[in-house]
Every structure is written in structure tokens, then in C-alpha cells.
């Protein structure tokens, strides 16, 4: 079995890698697909055939494509352009008759309200269309995600955002990435939606408080109005669109869009998901 990992040179897409590997994959039986494939040189350098994979160029899907037996679509990183970008791999891997496709969606993707749901949505009906073989991941927050609140709340001594009690059932990149390799290398779990948390939903009082562990600092959740944090924003110099697109996210968690877990990520990894504290370590 051949499988091709999109965006391998990306933050999850490496430890991906890794996961497979260390579950006895072959390194001549992945392909890692990286817009620039001189950023795969280390990938290369362990036994991995390395390919040229643009989004936004569906010539060098087609051809990444052709041949593998198993998909792992990373979702994009390019909001607004992820749709037509996940279209190119899922009409290369249903032309290339793929047996599997596996794809990192968003919580509750089909019914959620968060700003980012729509185009998982879009993408999960373009997979079912498909009628490609596939599973899908619905990740939840990562909590590499907060690399910039840590920083941020550990210089000022303020945890500002506008989520009021509402909870987040983060995860580590690599507790994601191990789900996506189990489900890669098992037989079974095509047509499965997993819905993936960690095993705690917490509020920011506690991610003030676990950030403050992890520093060594004071500091303080300060709940805004959405009013407020867009007017905080809008001083710090963001654009309009950057602060209604954070705004949004802050009252998507606020409403509850990241705070169910249900163990499903755990069970699939085999041991708990990272503690918060642990996986700001990580990231600090």
C-alpha cells in the first residue's frame, strides 16, 4: 500500500510522517507531496519519495496522485480557497481510483456555526459526491494554536478575548497526527466521521491559569463583549476583515463549537490526549 501525504512538509503533515513510520510503515511506501519539495529534503533523505503537490496547480495533483493507493487531504491553510483547492485532490484521487481518502475537516463540520465550517462542509459533500472510499477526521482546536496567546498573555500578564464561558476540547498537533496514521494503516473505518477532541474541555480562565503554569507568570482571562475585543483589535492595527474573522471564531467557541469530547481521539490513538498544560510546554 502506497500512501500520499498532502502538505507533508506542514506542521501536522511532518508528524504524520513521523506516526507512520514509527507504526511500521515502510519509508518507500509513503509519498510526501510539498509545494516546495526542497522543504522535503530531510523527507527525502529518510527513503521518502518526494513530489511536487500545489493546491493551486491540479497538474502536479494529478500527477502526485497517480499511483498511490491511500490519500491523506490536509486541509488548506489558504481561508477563502480551500474548496476549489480540496476539489483538485478529491477529482485526482477519484480519477486515480483511490481506496481510501482521509480528510482533516473542522467539528461538526455539516452543522456547526463557526466561521470556519463552511468550506469542510463544502469538502465533505465534494468527498460523498465522490464516491471515493473515505474517513473523515473532524479535528478540533490544536493547541500549538495558542502559541500566540501564550506569548502575548505571558508578556502582559492578560488573557483578552471575547469566548466568554465557552470551552475548548484542545488537543496536540501530534495527538491529531497519530489518529490520522491509525486510520491510514488500519484496515476499516472507511465511511466512519470521527469527531476528535481532547479529553478535557477547558475555559479560559483555566487556559489563563495553565498559561501562567507554564510561564511562571500572573495572568488574568479579561472576558470583552465581542464589541470590545473588535475595538482592542482594531487599535492594535489589524484590518477590518482580520478583526471580524477573529471576532467571529472568539463567538463560535463562546457558542460552543469546540467544546464537545466524547473520547473518540483517545480511543483511536490508544492512550489520553495531551494535557493543556503540557502541550503549551510543547509550544513554549
Known amino acids: 500500500m502506497t500512501t500520499l501525504i498532502t502538505g507533508a512538509t506542514g506542521q501536522l503533515g511532518r508528524l504524520v510522517i513521523d506516526s507512520l513510520l514509527e507504526r511500521g510503515a515502510e519509508p518507500q511506501s509513503i509519498v510526501a507531496g510539498a509545494r516546495d519539495t526542497a522543504k522535503a529534503a530531510d523527507l527525502a533523505a529518510r527513503g521518502i519519495r518526494v513530489v511536487e503537490l500545489d493546491y493551486n496547480a491540479p497538474a502536479t495533483v494529478k500527477a502526485a496522485v497517480d499511483g498511490v493507493d491511500t490519500v491523506l487531504l490536509v486541509s488548506g491553510s489558504e481561508v477563502g480557497s480551500r474548496v476549489a483547492q480540496h476539489r483538485a485532490v478529491i477529482d485526482a484521487a477519484a480519477a486515480a481510483d483511490v481506496t481510501k481518502l482521509v ?29 471515493i472510499p473515505a474517513v473523515i477526521l473532524r479535528n478540533n482546536w490544536y493547541t500549538e494554536n495558542y502559541a500566540g496567546a501564550l506569548a502575548q498573555a505571558t508578556e502582559s500578564g492578560v488573557l483578552a478575548a471575547s469566548v466568554g464561558e465557552g470551552r475548548v476540547a484542545s488537543a496536540s498537533r501530534r495527538d491529531f497526527a497519530d489518529a490520522a496514521a491509525v486510520v491510514l494503516l488500519e484496515d476499516g473505518h472507511v465511511g466512519e466521521v470521527y469527531e476528535l477532541g481532547g479529553d478535557v474541555a477547558w475555559n479560559y480562565d483555566e487556559l489563563a491559569g495553565a498559561i501562567a503554569e507554564v510561564s511562571g507568570r500572573p495572568v488574568d ?39 464537545d469530547t466524547d473520547g473518540t481521539l483517545a480511543r483511536l490513538i490508544g ?9 503549551l510546554r510543547t509550544v513554549a
Open 221 to 259: 482571562y479579561q472576558a470583552l463583549s465581542t464589541e470590545e475585543h473588535a475595538a482592542v483589535l482594531t487599535g492594535a492595527g489589524l484590518d477590518a476583515g482580520t478583526v471580524g474573522f477573529v471576532t467571529a471564531l472568539d463567538a463560535g467557541i463562546r457558542d460552543g463549537a469546540l467544546a
Open 103 to 131: 480528510y482533516t475537516s473542522a467539528p461538526k463540520a455539516t452543522t456547526s456555526d463557526l466561521v470556519l465550517a463552511p468550506e469542510h462542509k463544502a469538502t465533505e459533500e465534494l468527498i460523498a459526491a465522490s464516491g
Open 271 to 279: 492512550r489520553p490526549t495531551t494535557p493543556l498544560v503540557e502541550g
